[in-house]
């Protein structure tokens, strides 16, 4: 029971009574005055701890700051006993663009397993295609496919390509999400604002400081815009944007590629 009622002497709960409020309201101020008037009693005053020892990492000598679960410098946790990489805490090991897209849809598998079985499946169909052919049409066909996709291998294919959505899965990936309003990449893509697009204008650098709902932002499709590295520095602070089309743009690699590293799930097709 609170002190300041112990005169009381009805330890009963019960309900207010529905007159003479005026009294019960004067004694109750008068109890709120009397404990404002009386902070003292009330507060807790937490001291902090003096003279702390230093934790030295066990592997470069360096004082660990308190509060800190590894060292600095080197990275080394002493409560696991061993160098501690943030990647191990990210389910999708550190990949990035269209590697962690790949990695979230298709049941979680690496991608270059995926591309890997695409691959084997394409050759037992052409293999396929070869046995049952009967015809050296046939035959001539299945031949210009092998050739034709070895020379993709080496040109549009390469893993360069594909990071930055040159390729023909992140094309391919573009093309749906264009034609059914990006519902398959942004959360709510019918949202005022969520998806911006302007394709072959006049969009720079100072239209994209002018965004001020940055939260509601999820998709920028500005291919062939005068944007420039100074308008990338503004999506860093675009934390919901997942993608950005910035085809034929004069904007660096370096600049893209930091955007990248700040937003690994961010899909960049340049």
Same mark, same amino acid.
Not at 165 to 187: H, Q
């Given at each position: =029971?609170?002190?300041?009622?112990?005169?009381? #002497?009805?330890?009963?709960?019960?309900?207010?009574?529905?007159?003479?409020?005026?009294?019960?309201?004067?004694?109750?101020?008068?109890?709120?005055?009397?404990?404002?008037?009386?902070?003292?009693?009330?507060?807790?005053? *937490?001291?902090? @701890?003096?003279? &702390?020892?230093?934790?030295?990492?066990?592997?470069?000598? &360096?004082?660990?700051?308190?509060?800190?679960? #590894?060292?600095?410098?080197?990275?080394?946790?002493?409560?696991?006993?061993?160098? +501690?990489?943030?990647? @191990?805490?990210?389910?999708? %090991?550190?990949?990035?663009?269209?590697?962690?897209?790949?990695?979230?849809?298709?049941?979680?598998?690496?991608?270059?397993?995926?591309?890997?079985?695409?691959?084997? !499946? =394409?050759?037992?169909?052409? =293999?396929?295609?070869?046995?049952?052919?009967?015809?050296?049409?046939?035959?001539?066909?299945?031949?210009?496919?092998?050739?034709?996709?070895?020379?993709?291998?080496?040109?549009?294919?390469?893993?360069?390509? +594909?990071?930055?959505?040159?390729?023909?899965?992140?094309?391919?990936?573009?093309?749906?999400?264009?034609?059914?309003?990006?519902?398959?990449?942004?959360?709510?893509?019918?949202?005022?604002?969520?998806?911006?697009?302007?394709?072959?204008?006049? !969009?720079?650098?100072?239209? *994209?400081?002018?965004?001020? %709902?940055?939260?509601?932002? @999820?998709?920028?499709?500005?291919?062939?815009?005068?944007?420039?590295?100074?308008?990338?520095?503004?999506?860093?602070?675009?934390?919901?944007?997942?993608?950005?089309?910035?085809?034929?743009?004069?904007?660096?690699?370096?600049?893209?590629? @930091? *955007?990248?590293?700040?937003?690994?799930?961010?899909?960049?097709?340049?």
């Amino acid at each position: =029971m609170c002190k300041y009622c112990s005169d009381l #002497q009805d330890d009963d709960l019960c309900l207010a009574p529905l007159d003479d409020t005026s009294k019960h309201a004067t004694q109750f101020a008068s109890l709120a005055q009397h404990s404002v008037d009386q902070p003292d009693s009330h507060e807790v005053f *937490l001291q902090p @701890e003096q003279n &702390a020892d230093p934790v030295y990492c066990r592997k470069c000598n &360096a004082v660990i700051p308190n509060g800190r679960l #590894q060292c600095a410098e080197c990275g080394y946790n002493p409560h696991l006993s061993r160098t +501690f990489d943030p990647i @191990e805490l990210d389910e999708y %090991e550190g990949a990035m663009g269209f590697d962690r897209f790949l990695m979230k849809h298709p049941s979680q598998n690496a991608p270059a397993n995926l591309i890997l079985w695409l691959r084997i !499946f =394409m050759l037992f169909l052409v =293999m396929v295609y070869l046995v049952t052919a009967r015809d050296v049409v046939s035959v001539l066909v299945s031949a210009l496919l092998v050739v034709g996709y070895i020379g993709y291998l080496f040109t549009i294919g390469q893993r360069v390509n +594909f990071h930055n959505g040159k390729s023909a899965i992140p094309k391919i990936v573009l093309l749906f999400n264009r034609l059914g309003g990006w519902s398959g990449i942004a959360t709510n893509p019918k949202d005022n604002g969520a998806v911006i697009t302007v394709r072959h204008g006049h !969009f720079g650098d100072q239209d *994209l400081a002018a965004f001020e %709902e940055l939260d509601v932002i @999820e998709i920028i499709d500005i291919p062939a815009s005068q944007i420039t590295d100074i308008g990338i520095l503004y999506l860093n602070n675009l934390t919901n944007l997942k993608a950005l089309v910035v085809q034929d743009c004069k904007v660096s690699t370096d600049a893209l590629d @930091e *955007l990248q590293r700040q937003n690994k799930a961010l899909l960049i097709w340049r």
